[in-house]
């Protein structure tokens, strides 16, 4: 499933619109990502039983971030596929890779500048 979700980009008082293009992640792909991660974080907390003092802090921490990263990784639920939206500043298309969260923020390839993407209501 994909949508097309209007978008305006912000530098200043400098604003221009277009569009940004997302897909839904699967269930069973995100599933399997989260499992990734959260097992990865699990099998480090794992390792750390074997450094000395650390990992009195290392162990419970590391077990906490996989259950967190593994939820965060879930909860990724679209990406971003393709931005039609062009800088305020210079015009030049602008670059918007991961997770269709507002605000977003990116730079501008050309000018440098420093680019807010928001939600057009
Ligand atoms: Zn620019």
Redo the contacts with the bound molecule.
Sequence with gaps: MQREIEVIAKIDNKTSTGKLIAEEIPESVRKKSALKIGGLLFLLALAAVFIPILHFVLVPGLMISSFVGAYMQYKKAEKILQAEIA??????P?EVTGTPKFPLHTD??????Q?TILEKK
């Design positions: 800088c305020p500043n210079c015009s030049s602008l501008c390839r050309n000018c440098m500048s680019v």
